[in-house]
Structures are given as C-alpha cells and as structure tokens.
C-alpha cells in the first residue's frame, strides 16, 4: 500500500502503541490525524512529525469515552474538511481487578471506549470507504481477545468482541475494496499496565513504572510498541483483502516463550478453518 498522500486517523495517539502507528505511517508519508485526551502531547508528536516527515499532522483532544464523543469527532474531521483514508482504532485500555471489585463507572467507560467508540468510528467511516470503493480499518485487539481472562475479565471480553467484529468486517470489507485488519499484540512496553493497575505502582529506582507494572501482572515478556505497527502490520495490510485474510498474529520477532508458544498454538488453525474464505 502507497501511505503517501493518504490520511489516517489514529485514536489514542498521545503515547503507546498508537503514537508509534503515527510515526511509522508519517515515515512512510502518509498525513496523521492525532485522537487522545492529552493535548499537550499530541500537539508535540503532530509537530514532531510533521517537521521530521513533511506531512500533514493533526490533532483533536477529546475523551472518547464520554458520550457522543465519536459524533463530535467526526463532525469536527468533517468541519475541518479531512478525509480519512485509513482508520486506526488504537484507544483503549484496562482494569486489572476482580470483576466483583471494579468500579461501575470505569467498567462503563471501558466498554463505551474499548467497544462503542471503536464500533462507531467504523460505521461511519467504513461506510464512505465503502462508498469509495477503497480504504482500511486497522483495529487493535490484544491476546485477551483469545480466551477469557479472570481479573481483566470487561478488558479481555471487550477485545474478544474487537476481535470478532474486525474478523466479520474482513469479510464484508473484501467484498467493496476496503481492507479490515485486527492487531493482537501481547505484552507491550507502553502506559497500559499503569492505566490497570488497581493501585499507583511505585517507580523502579531507575524509574521504568511501565516496566515494574509488567512485572507486577506476572509479565516478563515485553515488546515495543513498534513492534506491532511495524513491517509486519503493514504487509498483513497489503494482503488484508487476499484469501489468508487480515488478522494480524504476534509478531515472528516475539520473544519466544511457553506462554507466548501457547497463545500461537491455540489461536492460529481453529479460528481460521472457521472463517469464510478460508483465511
Ligand atoms: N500494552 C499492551 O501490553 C497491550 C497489549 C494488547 C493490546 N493493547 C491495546 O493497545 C491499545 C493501545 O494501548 P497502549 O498499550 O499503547 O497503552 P497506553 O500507552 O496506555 O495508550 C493508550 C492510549 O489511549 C488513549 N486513551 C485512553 N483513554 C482514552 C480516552 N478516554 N479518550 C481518548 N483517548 C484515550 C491514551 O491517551 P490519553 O491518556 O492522552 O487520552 C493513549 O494514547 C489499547 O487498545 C490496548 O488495549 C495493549
């Protein structure tokens, strides 16, 4: 796929595995539209970007979790005349705790980003690049999405259905030359740890918090966020519409490791006997 010239949405693009989607698709020419609620940081990765890449950089602070937040969005993209080629919905997070000691309102605004921000965001733009006749939806899941998982049990359902819609979505989307990719990235060394964790998680003496907060979820493993954004993402996306489909696996370069074989062993022929087209 040519990124130049393109325009990609990126939501949660203040830090993570979605600011390093903005680098790698500024790198490869393509105009960025930064989503997060950290206004600062955005306004210094759009003009980081766009000073070291020449393209065009955008950003819009919003929490997407609040209602209607996808409306406003789009009506402010639409307001500001940006069309969005490629659309990466990257904004979620959370709750390492017992389902039974969660706090409603973070259970709720877990759903209402991790799912209905992302369901939104696809109706509407996947709707024009239907219309178009050409476009793609990157959607990052996680692992979680496998298998239910006990103490991050809304988080691992919420990727679940990620997961599943993207994989119907594939389908559809090959039918009207728009491209569906869902992302499942393992353990990876960004701000997500810190977000679930049920208590503040004291900084390791050299300051790593990301790197103790793994640690802390039994985690030894840990990627780049690059990694799951990187050459890998984008020939999957390259081949999305072709019949092995456009599910995006952990990386080959993943550390290898019984957990990680595991995952491998158990996601990779039963899902994709199932899928039509024979992906
Ligand atoms: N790290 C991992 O091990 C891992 C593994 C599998 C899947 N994932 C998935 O990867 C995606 C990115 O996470 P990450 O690992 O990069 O974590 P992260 O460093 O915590 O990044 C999360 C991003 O989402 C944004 N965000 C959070 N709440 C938001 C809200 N209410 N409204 C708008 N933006 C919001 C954050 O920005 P602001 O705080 O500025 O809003 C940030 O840019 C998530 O969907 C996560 O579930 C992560």
Redesign the pocket.
Known sequence: MDYRDKTVLI??????????FATGLAARGANVIL????EA??KELATDLHDSHGIRAEYL??????PC?SDDVVEELDRRGLAVDILV??????MHADFADSDPARIR?AV???VG?LTDLCAVYMSRMTQLGAGAIIN?????AFQPVPHLAV?AAT?AY?LSLSEALWWEGKQNGVKVLA?????????????AAPTPIPSDRDGRR?RSS?RRFG?SM??S?AS?TGCTTWSSLQSANSSRGGLHWPSPNWPSGPAHRAEQASVTPARAKNLPGGL
């Open positions: 939501t949660g693009a203040s830090g993570g595995i979605g600011a390093a989503v997060a609620r950290n940081k955005l602070a919003a929490d997407l979790s609040e937040a919905n990257n904004a979620g997070f959370g605004d209402a980003l991790n921000v990052v899941a996680s692992v979680a988080y990727k990620v992302v499942c990235p393992g353990a990876t060394d960004t701000g997500f740890f810190e977000a990301a793994t985690l840990r990627a966020p799951w």
